[in-house]
Every structure is written in structure tokens, then in C-alpha cells.
């Protein structure tokens, strides 16, 4: 009986909550579809309580309207769903109006027996909800339909949703009375850009703003009793709440036209955008691959960016072989977020299974955001080593067949079983003879096609240690340091970083030239009675100089320069390589001697020139200075001399610098020191002009050995009417021109020296306690640029 009451109660209470359902179904779908967040607040406040009402008029007429089912429609409803005739439950329930007969009492008991029998099986029935009555246009399986789109398109939002349209805030700031309304807006581009935020303001409304794609609109408003709104186009997103009347929010702008934020029934800033594009890199080789000396692969690349290239990368192929897999190298750049960097790497390739063989190469640059551009596709001959064994040379030209023609593999395992039965031309390295075995044997009995390239592996380290006798020269490991280096500066890592990888490259240098110079003896017992021009020599005193130099112009904060330092020795070194190697062991010390001096009649000029500007002519003022200008030519004669007893030719401008020198002596003896200044400038524009004579003469002879010309122009220092020099800008070129010696430029020592000294005394102000906190202060953030 009960489960017929609650049938009954079901069929009752649902056909009479369908209005009700209704609303709050219709009210759930607006949410999904964040339609009411869409709206004014005020519109969004009357859609709320409209909903509210009519679902309070639906319950208030679903309640009116529902009775609980009774024992009787409970009885009837059961009689009904099990299908019984003659009411059998209302028959067990009557009684007999006269039991005085017995025949009639006794038929009365055959009846009720039979209605007790037939209502042993009841049945409560499906309940139905008789919406077809309440709702005879279907509107439910629109509705059904709306709330199942809704969920879709809300997907996780949609919690979310619904909270904004249950709490809809009415703006009454606007209608008056209330606070004036304040706005901050301002545009911040993608990091990677480069770019500084935009500030917006009213008189910046009438314009169209370029926004980068991908900028994050920031806004605060001041003001007001609801939430404003950032909108896009329409699109809105409301601010959060900070506290009381102080409200901000952000978007992030991926397209659009206008930029809007709107509070209420107001809006308190429109602004007409255009989404800049990240257009994507590209990229083109500066010059066509080249091989240097020591057997490496030259890049050398230009590539652009709207907001900076932030990786160049060169994939290498085989032409014809598409299942090979192609090799990728990563490029160096120059700096950071470079717009236009042209940049050049040097990759020792020559221990690839390629080498000797035809390739395409392309380059491609990416930016922050991932796009790629890529070059024309060129190609070139991969450089290989050069192998001075015989055994060695066979191995490698075995590897090359195995490449080209792989499934000759019984050949080439034949080839070196032949090769390793001769160890007389190997010295009888037990290592090598079994290198060529093992590499024959795995021919022979692993057919896989993935095998081949562990055996060309095998095969190259075989010959490498044939070739060398067991010793390495690990060039790689010196690329990679220099490499480390330059990258360190690049991004302006700590000094200490830059110390220890300034620590590391000087020690692999150090072993590199003496690993050099000891295969150099191996292979050619006479070259150290050979004799050898100093002017075209190159000493591990020469390269520590260079080291030092760079580190010091780290150090004063020059790392643009000291990364061309570094790059220009490894220039140098990858030049030298084919040169014959005893070169490494004495050179440029000429070059460093006319340095020196040039060094010292530049510090003598600075100080007649404040002599003149005093007033101190008198002869017991200048005479020091005429005996130091007479030893500075004393020891340009014996430079001169120098360099005609090691067959060098001493440049003509030195000639000139000799008698300027005179000149200038001959004035400061007499107590003149305005007209030693004259002089004392020619003889210094002498000095350099001697100098980059003798540099582009060393570097001439060099490449000449090398067959390959190098760079032959050299920056021309200019100076003013007393010999100072010009700022970069006023015509010396370069800052760094003045202050790098890379490949036969000339390095102006003293004014790194200069730099040095201001250093040096920043530092000792700053340790003295007794100075004002703001010169403190001030001194601080100059040595952080340091």
C-alpha cells in the first residue's frame, strides 16, 4: 500500500513542479552559456530576480495545487496496475449487511476467499509523470537539449558560471550621487619583445594603439559600487574585487579592435587596437660553408626577427639517401634577443661516416614563440681528416664504401682482415688489431642495417689511434670551451663563472700546444733545428696575453669586447691548424714590443699636454720629459734593429716616428712643451700606422702558409688637434675597435689600463665609511655595472 501512495505521490507532485523545473532549468542554461555575465550588471540583476520570481509563483501554485493520495486511490491504484476486476481489495474490506443466514454467510465466505486468491499477485505499476498533459509542446527535450550544449561549452567553467550569474552586481554609480570614477590601464608586451609597457590615457583614445600579440592588458579602477569589465570586442571579463571600491584585472590580447572597460551603465575608456603579428624568423648563409684548417665546418649566418632570434640551428642531409637520419647542430648566437644577429661556428664534423662525401645544408632560426624560418638549401663536401698512415687511410676509405654502398659488406670485411694481418705498418698495436677484427667479424655476423653505424664508429677510433700513435689532440673539447665562454658573456653570467671557464679554456689551451707541438716532433724529428721566424710565431706567452686581456675586459665590464677577443682566437687557432706546428712555439712578440711603446708615448703625450694647459713651460719642468721622450726613441732604435736581425722589414712609418720623436725632445729641452705636443701626436699616429703595418705583414705571411687571405684592414684611430683620442662615434669605428687586437687589429692598452685605474679607485671610496651615504649609494650602482 505504500509504494502505491508514493506511485501515486510521484505521478501528483512531478506533472506540478514541472513549471518550477522549468525555470530553473531555463535559468541553469543562460548560466552555462555565461549569457546573464554577458549583460549589464543591472540587466543581469533584473534577470535574476524575474527567474526568482517565477519560480516563486510555479512552487506557490504547485503547493496549492497537491493533495496526498489517499487509502482508497492507494487501493485503487493497485486493483488498477495489477489488472484484477471486481475490485477485490474493496471486497476484503466490506462486510456482510445480515449474516442470520447461514447459506448467505456461507457465500459470502466462498466470495472473499476467491477475492483474497485474486489479489495475491498486486502489482504497484511504472509511475508515470504525465508531462504529456502539463507540457503538450515538448518544450522538456529543448530544454534537455540547451542544458547538454551548456555543459559542453562550459566544460570546467562551469561552476564558475553559475556563481556569476547567481551574484550579479547592480552599478548605481553612474545614475548619480556616487564617487567620482578613476582608471589606470596600461599595455605590457610579451617579455621576449623587448618592448616597455603603454600607458593608456583619454588622449590616446582618438588613435589606433599597436598591441604585439600576445600583451597582457592590466587595469585598475578607483571607484564605483560594481565590478567593471575588460572587454575585447565585446568580450568581457570581469575585475576582481581588492577592497572596498578598488578593483583590477587582466586579459591576455590574442586578436581584437577595440579595447574597452565599462562599469555599469558607463564606459570609462574605449581605445581603437590593432594585434601586431610575431611574423616568424629568418634566416640566409652570410657566405657559403667553408672548411678551415684543422678539418672543421665553417657557418656563418644572418638571421632576422621582428623581436629577436632566439636559436639557429643547421640540419645536415645526404642527397639521395632519404632513410638516413640527418644531423642537427646547434649554432651559437652572438647575444641575446638579437633583432639581426650574424653570427659563425666552427664544427669538427670529420669523424661523421658523411666526411668526404656531398651534403645539403640548411639552416633554420626560431623565435620565443616557436616559429621557425628557414634558409636555401646549399650543398657542400663535408671536410674529412687527412691520415698520414697508410693502414689508417685504408680503414677510413673502407668506412666511406661501407656508407655508400652498405650491403658490400663481405668486401669490406675481407678488406680488414687483410689490413690487421700487417702489423709491421701499424707498430703492432694489439688494440687496433683488434679493432679491425671486431669490426670485420661484426660485419660478417650481425646483418642488421642498424649495426653499421657502431662499426663505422669502431673503424673511425681505430684509425684515429693508428694515425696518432695513441695520443689525441682533443680539438673538440677546446671548441666547446671557447664556445662555453662566449656564451657566459654573452649572457652576462657572474665573474665567477667567467673566471673558472676562463680557468678551464687557458688549461685545454696550454695542453692542446704542447699536445701539438710533441706530435709535431713525432712526425718530423728535424723540425725543432728548423729555424723559425719569430714575426710569423705564435708563443703560449702570446696566448696567455690574450686570455688576460680578455678576462680584464670582463672584468671592467667590456664583455662584448672580450667575447670578440675570444672568438677572434678561436678564428686564429682554427686558421693555424694546417700551419706548420712548430709556428706555436714564439711569435708577435714585435707586435707586442711597438704595443708597449706606442703605450708609453701615449701616457707621455696626456701629461705634456697638462703641462701646456697649466702653464708649466719652464725648462726645469719638461726636462723629465725630454729624457723620457729620448728613451722612448732609444728603444724604438732598438726595435728597429730587432726586427732587421730577424729578417723582418721594419715599416716606413717607423722612420717617421723616430724624428717626430726627436722633434718632440728637442721642444721639451727648451722648456716648450705647446709645441712638443705636435710632435709627440705624429709620432703616436706613426707608432699605430707601424703597428697595423706590421700586423697585417705577420697575418699576410700567415694565411699566405694557408692558402686562405685573411682580413687586411685595421681600425685608424683618430684624434684631436693635441693627439687625444676620438670617441667611437667621431670616427674611430667600433667602440670595441680601440680595444681589441682580432686578427691584426690593434688593442689600446691603455685605456683599458685607463679603465682599470677608475675601478680601482671606485673600489676604495667605496670602503671608506666616512663618506656620505648618497656618494655611497651612487658609487654602489656604478660597481654593479661591474
Keep these: 500500500m505504500l509504494l502505491a501512495r508514493l506511485?501515486?505521490?510521484?505521478?501528483?507532485?512531478?506533472?506540478?513542479?514541472?513549471?518550477?523545473?522549468?525555470?530553473?532549468?531555463?535559468?541553469?542554461?543562460?548560466?552555462?552559456?555565461?549569457?546573464?555575465?554577458?549583460?549589464?550588471?543591472?540587466?543581469?540583476?533584473?534577470?535574476?530576480g524575474l527567474f526568482v520570481a517565477a519560480l516563486i509563483v510555479t512552487l506557490t501554485h504547485a503547493v496549492?495545487?497537491?493533495?496526498?493520495?489517499?487509502?482508497?486511490?492507494?487501493?485503487?491504484?493497485?486493483?488498477?496496475?495489477?489488472?484484477?476486476?471486481?475490485?477485490?481489495?474493496?471486497?476484503?474490506?466490506?462486510?456482510?449487511?445480515s449474516a442470520g443466514d447461514p447459506a448467505t454467510a456461507a457465500l459470502w465466505r466462498e466470495h472473499l476467499t476467491r477475492m483474497a486468491a485474486a489479489a495475491r499477485n498486486l502489482r504497484v505499476g511504472v509511475p508515470r509523470a504525465g508531462l504529456v498533459r502539463r507540457d503538450p509542446y515538448a518544450l522538456r527535450v529543448a530544454l534537455g537539449l540547451l542544458l547538454l550544449l551548456g555543459a559542453i561549452d562550459a566544460g570546467s567553467d562551469a561552476p564558475a558560471r553559475l556563481v556569476r550569474a547567481l551574484e550579479p552586481e547592480m552599478n548605481l554609480a553612474g545614475i548619480g550621487g556616487g564617487p567620482a570614477v578613476t582608471l589606470d590601464i596600461w599595455i605590457s608586451p610579451p617579455q621576449y619583445t623587448g618592448l616597455p609597457p603603454q600607458f593608456?590615457?583619454?588622449?590616446?583614445?582618438?588613435?589606433?594603439?599597436?598591441?604585439?600579440?600576445?600583451?597582457?592588458?592590466?587595469?585598475?579602477?578607483?571607484?564605483?559600487?560594481?565590478?567593471?569589465?575588460?572587454?575585447?570586442?565585446?568580450?568581457?571579463?570581469?575585475?576582481?574585487?581588492?577592497?572596498?571600491?578598488?578593483?583590477?584585472?587582466?586579459?591576455?590580447?590574442?586578436?581584437?579592435?577595440?579595447?574597452?572597460?565599462?562599469?555599469?551603465?558607463?564606459?570609462?575608456?574605449?581605445?581603437?587596437?590593432?594585434?601586431?603579428?610575431?611574423?616568424p624568423p629568418t634566416i640566409a648563409f652570410a657566405k657559403p660553408p667553408q672548411r678551415t684548417a684543422l678539418g672543421a665546418v665553417h657557418l656563418e649566418y644572418e638571421a632576422k626577427d621582428d623581436y629577436g632570434v632566439e636559436k639557429v640551428t643547421a640540419t645536415i642531409r645526404r642527397p639521395g639517401d632519404p632513410s638516413a637520419q640527418a644531423v642537427t647542430l646547434d649554432l651559437p648566437l652572438p647575444d641575446q634577443h638579437l633583432k639581426d644577429a650574424h653570427g659563425a661556428s666552427f664544427t669538427d664534423l670529420t669523424a661523421s661516416p658523411w666526411a668526404g662525401l656531398p651534403v645539403q645544408i640548411q639552416l633554420e632560426a626560431a623565435d620565443a614563440l616557436g616559429q621557425t624560418g628557414k634558409s636555401e638549401i646549399l650543398e657542400f663536401v663535408l671536410p674529412e681528416r687527412v691520415f698520414h698512415n697508410p693502414v689508417a687511410r685504408a680503414i677510413i676509405d673502407e668506412r666511406k664504401e661501407l656508407t655508400t654502398h652498405p650491403n658490400d659488406r663481405e668486401a669490406i670485411a675481407d678488406a680488414l682482415e687483410d689490413l690487421s694481418s700487417r702489423p709491421a705498418l701499424y707498430d703492432d698495436d694489439i688494440v687496433a688489431f683488434l679493432g679491425m677484427r671486431s669490426a670485420a667479424d661484426r660485419l660478417l655476423l650481425n646483418q642488421d642495417t642498424d649495426a653499421i653505424a657502431s662499426v663505422q664508429r669502431l673503424m673511425w677510433d681505430t684509425a684515429v689511434r693508428i694515425d696518432d700513435g695513441g695520443g689525441k689532440l682533443d680539438r673538440e673539447a677546446?671548441?666547446?670551451?671557447?664556445?662555453?665562454?662566449?656564451?657566459?658573456?654573452?649572457?652576462?653570467a657572474p665573474q665567477s663563472e667567467i673566471d673558472r671557464l676562463m680557468q678551464q679554456l687557458q688549461q685545454q689551451l696550454q695542453h692542446y700546444v704542447q699536445a701539438l707541438a710533441q706530435r709535431t716532433l713525432e712526425q718530423n724529428p728535424q723540425a725543432a733545428d728548423m729555424p723559425n721566424d719569430p714575426s710569423q710565431t705564435l708563443t703560449s706567452n702570446d696566448l696567455q696575453r690574450i686570455l688576460d686581456r680578455a678576462r680584464a675586459l670582463a672584468q671592467t665590464g667590456d664583455r662584448q669586447a672580450a667575447r670578440d677577443l675570444i672568438a677572434a682566437l678561436q678564428e686564429l687557432l682554427e686558421n693555424l691548424g694546417s700551419a706548420r706546428p712548430m709556428q706555436m712555439q714564439g711569435s708577435a712578440g714585435m707586435l707586442d714590443a711597438m704595443h708597449d711603446l706606442m703605450r708609453r708615448q701615449e701616457q707621455l703625450l696626456d701629461r705634456t699636454f697638462r703641462q701646456s694647459q697649466t702653464g708649466m713651460s719652464q725648462r726645469g719642468n719638461t726636462g723629465g720629459g725630454a729624457a723620457a721622450q729620448d728613451a722612448l726613441r732609444q728603444d724604438l732604435g732598438d726595435l728597429m734593429r730587432k726586427l732587421g736581425e730577424n729578417g723582418g722589414t721594419a715599416p716606413a712609418p717607423l722612420a717617421h716616428a723616430d724624428r717626430a720623436?726627436?722633434?718632440?725632445?728637442?721642444?721639451?729641452?727648451?722648456?716648450n712643451s705647446v709645441q712638443?705636443?705636435?710632435?709627440?701626436s705624429e709620432a703616436v699616429d706613426a707608432l699605430q700606422q707601424a703597428a697595423?703595418?706590421?700586423?697585417?705583414?705577420?697575418?699576410?705571411?700567415?694565411?699566405?702558409?694557408?692558402?686562405?687571405?685573411?682580413?687586411?684592414d685595421l681600425p685608424q684611430m683618430r684624434r684631436d688637434p693635441f693627439g687625444r683620442l676620438l670617441p667611437a662615434d667621431e670616427g674611430n669605428g667600433s667602440a670595441n675597435d680601440g680595444g681589441v687586437m682580432r686578427m691584426g687589429k690593434v688593442q689600446n692598452d691603455y685605456a683599458l689600463e685607463k679603465a682599470k685605474q677608475i675601478l680601482d679607485e671606485l673600489r676604495r671610496r667605496a670602503g671608506e665609511p666616512d663618506r656620505p651615504a648618497i656618494e655611497h649609494d651612487y658609487i654602489d650602482r656604478l660597481l654593479r655595472e661591474f
Excluded: C
Design 661 to 671: 720623436m726627436g722633434d718632440a725632445a728637442d721642444a721639451l729641452r727648451r722648456g
Design 676 to 680: 712638443a705636443v705636435g710632435p709627440q
Design 7 to 48: 506511485a501515486l505521490a510521484w505521478e501528483r507532485v512531478w506533472p506540478a513542479l514541472w513549471p518550477a523545473s522549468f525555470v530553473v532549468g531555463a535559468f541553469v542554461a543562460l548560466a552555462l552559456f555565461d549569457l546573464p555575465a554577458r549583460l549589464p550588471d543591472w540587466a543581469a540583476t533584473s534577470l535574476l
Design 692 to 712: 697595423r703595418a706590421l700586423a697585417q705583414q705577420m697575418h699576410g705571411r700567415e694565411m699566405g702558409a694557408l692558402g686562405n687571405p685573411g682580413e687586411n
Design 200 to 279: 593608456l590615457s583619454a588622449s590616446s583614445a582618438s588613435g589606433t594603439i599597436a598591441v604585439p600579440i600576445g600583451s597582457t592588458v592590466l587595469a585598475r579602477v578607483h571607484g564605483g559600487d560594481a565590478r567593471p569589465k575588460l572587454l575585447v570586442d565585446g568580450h568581457a571579463t570581469k575585475m576582481s574585487k581588492i577592497d572596498e571600491g578598488d578593483y583590477k584585472g587582466e586579459i591576455a590580447i590574442k586578436a581584437g579592435s577595440r579595447l574597452a572597460v565599462a562599469q555599469g551603465w558607463s564606459t570609462l575608456g574605449s581605445w581603437s587596437i590593432h594585434v601586431v603579428p610575431d611574423l
Design 478 to 492: 677546446l671548441r666547446q670551451s671557447m664556445q662555453a665562454l662566449q656564451n657566459a658573456l654573452a649572457r652576462n
Design 64 to 97: 496549492r495545487d497537491l493533495r496526498p493520495p489517499s487509502r482508497n486511490a492507494a487501493r485503487r491504484r493497485l486493483e488498477t496496475a495489477s489488472a484484477l476486476a471486481h475490485r477485490p481489495l474493496a471486497a476484503l474490506e466490506d462486510t456482510l449487511a
